[in-house]
């Protein structure tokens, strides 16, 4: 069964340190998220991609945060300086269908540690 | 974005129905319903999802209200891999995650 996966499954680093999040969706997979949890609190929405440019992001997904598909095949979240706060789990997911709903397919997510 | 309100928990003995509730008043005519569970340690996993009818799948069903203001998620069998927090989403495309409810299932 295809399935959304996630590199590193954990990442550690430094405040102030740029991380990259990787993500492969499902291979015929048009519309891509991110979300995040942090310990304890609500998984919450950063940003929906779709033909290559942002739909919509949150107010969590500020100028610290980028995504991007480079080769057709990953996408990916950047965070460019880190802070202690940004320390959770983040999820990629997938879904295939056009229109308003169909089944979004989650990824294990990558655990970032911000020290 | 539609509040919803969900019990916080719930609980069930094993091979018995479960129907979890879930009041979405604010939801707008274009929004589907989602539910989606999330097992501990891992991540969200869609359980199914509708507009206005009555759905059903291999996982559960869904039943709908006429005023599309509450539905209420059935699984016909809990086991004990069903134990998870169940969330409730109205939208079209972002999923905004609530509190959910946690659903105990019991030997």
């Known amino acids: 069964e295809p399935e959304v996966t996630q590199t590193p499954s954990h990442q550690v680093t430094q405040m102030g340190q740029e991380v990259i999040l990787r993500c492969v969706p499902i291979?015929?997979?048009?519309?891509f998220y991110w979300y995040r949890q942090i310990l304890g609190q609500k998984v919450e929405f950063l940003v929906s991609f779709y033909n290559n440019e942002i739909s919509e992001k949150s107010e969590i997904f500020d100028d610290q945060f980028s995504v991007e598909r480079p080769d057709g095949s990953n996408f990916t979240l950047k965070i460019r300086s880190t802070k202690l706060e940004d320390s959770a789990m983040y999820f990629c997911a997938s879904r295939e269908t056009t229109g308003g709903a169909g089944e979004q397919f989650f990824g294990p997510g990558t655990r970032l540690t911000v020290l | 974005d539609a509040k919803t309100t969900q019990p916080n928990s719930m609980e069930s003995n094993e091979e018995e129905p479960v129907h979890l509730p879930c009041n979405h008043s604010?939801?707008?005519?274009?929004?589907?319903i989602h539910w989606y569970r999330q097992l501990p340690s891992q991540g969200p996993e869609y359980v199914i999802h509708?507009?206005?009818s009555n759905v059903n799948n291999r996982m559960a069903s869904l039943a709908i209200a006429e005023d599309r203001k509450s539905s209420t998620l059935i699984l016909h069998r809990a086991t004990l891999r069903d134990a998870a927090v169940y969330y409730c989403?109205?939208?079209?495309?972002?999923?905004?995650f609530g509190t959910g409810t946690r659903l105990q299932v019991f030997p």
């Open positions: 509708g507009l206005t």
């Open positions: 291979s015929n997979h048009l519309y």
């Open positions: 989403i109205p939208g079209t495309d972002k999923l905004i």
């Open positions: 604010t939801i707008s005519g274009t929004d589907y």
